[in-house]
């Protein structure tokens, strides 16, 4: 088979959910596929390929070879969830997590999955799309009918996220008319409005039967002045609710778990961090990082208490394993490995964007870093990467002096601003003040050391996970620096983002 076949995939996700793929050409290695689909289906989570192999009577065997894949072709996802702990020792390592804690488990998807509905509705659709197919008549149906599908839209919106955007309600009533064409609504547009009016009025009925269930993440947003609640808030008072694409923003506590016994496990855990590196039981620190996660963003997203208390109450998550652990509990996605991919994938674009941008201050200042560049040796791709990142801010007309700083003493910086990365240099390893080499970089957070690094692009996404982690805004003048690595690198996007001017036209140029 030649590399530019069009591929034509059914790709099981699991027992009930699989999607249809349509690949343009042929990627020429299995991982280079698995890319591929992680990309379309925004799969945020490892996973190897399976797929039905013609000459076994189409039995599932693993992929290893990305030419025993037929042009039209089933293949079948086998997510990694077991955890490798057998060779852990030190917080070094990022472990998988397990899943039984979390709400969520994935993104909003690319194609929105119809649920099954009732046995009766499902049998009326049934009949009503052969109806549609051969004499083109739309399905009258009743009230309960009605009401038990919109009932199940919401429950599937509902694993997605609690907030669905505009954007993602229409993707849904698209998908249900789609489906079905039998509810292909007569004098409409596009036949779904009426359907996604009716979603959008479904989903906050919904998320009010939930908080009143007590699921915490709609429930946290309930309870404003009412005629019953005279003294609560007004009701459009910090509404708490994802704004950066979070997916398990504020999940329930672990089915049989109190307060007090998740707190029990957060002190065996202060205990452990009370030993050497070395005697430290990561298995067991990991293990109830993942099983404390409500109450840690429970705590973190009501009360926002300072930084210096949450390191003594929550010390693991000041350790860069389990910092990149919980982002992905957070948005379901490897901070690490999302963002070299894009990064790398951008900078040479970027680079070349730098080039045309010499008008005015920030031009000459860009001139300043391109000219550093030229002078790192061109094979060594953490440059070419600072020299992205740095450049980035003055593209974007921002100042980024007040976040990230250079000395040649750390005690000479640490003096003031909220979030900084401070990298300490020899003072002529700083050309263009681009930090290419240093002896350390550290995070500052309220004035404050939190962390370190020998890599100062690591040590940026180190900190941008902390933002995540912590729930803090983004330093207000490089606003659009860390909405450009949410939306554009990482993909963080939940629907609703409405970028800046200057945003859209780089993300159109890229």
Known sequence: MEATDVLRLRVILDDINAERLILPSRPETVNALIIEIKNKLNLAYDFRLQFQDPEFDNALCNLGNIEDLPSKATIKIVRYLEPDLSSTSTDDTLLSDNTDSLDRLCRWPEIFVIPTFSYEVEHALREGNYAFVKEGKTLNLTRDQKHNILDGMAAEIYKHKAYPSTKNILMAAEALVRKHPCLKEKGSGTGYE????????????????????????????????????????????????????????????????????????????????????????????????????????????????????????????????????????????????????????????????????????????????????????????????????????????????????????????????????????NEEDVPAGVPFESHHVSIVLEDQVVMSHRSWTDSLVILFGMIYALHLSYPEKLSGFFEFIQVILLNLDDGRKQLKPKLQALRNEL
Request: hydrophobic share 35%.
């Open 194 to 425: 009426g359907w996604k009016n009716s979603l959008r009025f479904k989903m906050g009925n919904y998320r009010t039967k939930l908080s009143r269930a007590g699921i915490k993440d709609v429930a946290v947003n309930a309870g404003k002045r009412s005629r019953t609640n005279p003294e609560g808030a007004a009701s459009r008072a910090k509404i708490k609710r994802p704004r950066r694409g979070e997916i398990n923003f504020m999940p329930n506590y672990p089915q049989g778990e109190t307060k007090d016994t998740l707190e029990n496990l957060r002190l065996e855990m202060v205990e452990q961090f009370k030993k050497t590196v070395t005697d430290r039981d990561m298995i067991i620190i990991h293990q109830h990082m993942q099983r404390t996660f409500a109450l840690r963003r429970e705590e973190i997203v009501n009360s926002a208490p300072p930084i210096a208390e949450l390191k003594d109450r929550w010390p693991a998550l000041f350790c860069e394993a389990q910092l990149y652990s919980e982002f992905h509990r957070i948005t379901n996605q490897n901070l690490p490995y999302s963002f070299y991919a894009a990064l790398d994938k951008y900078t040479p674009q970027l680079l070349k964007l730098y080039k045309k941008r010499k008008t005015g201050s920030f031009g000459e200042k860009m001139e300043d870093v391109l000219r550093a560049y030229e002078e790192q040796d061109k094979n060594n791709i953490t440059a070419a990467r600072t020299a992205a990142l740095a450049g980035l801010p003055l593209y974007l007309k921002e100042d980024s002096s007040e976040v990230f700083k250079t000395c040649k003493d750390e005690l000479e910086s640490i003096q003031d601003g909220a979030v900084a990365l401070v990298a300490v240099v």
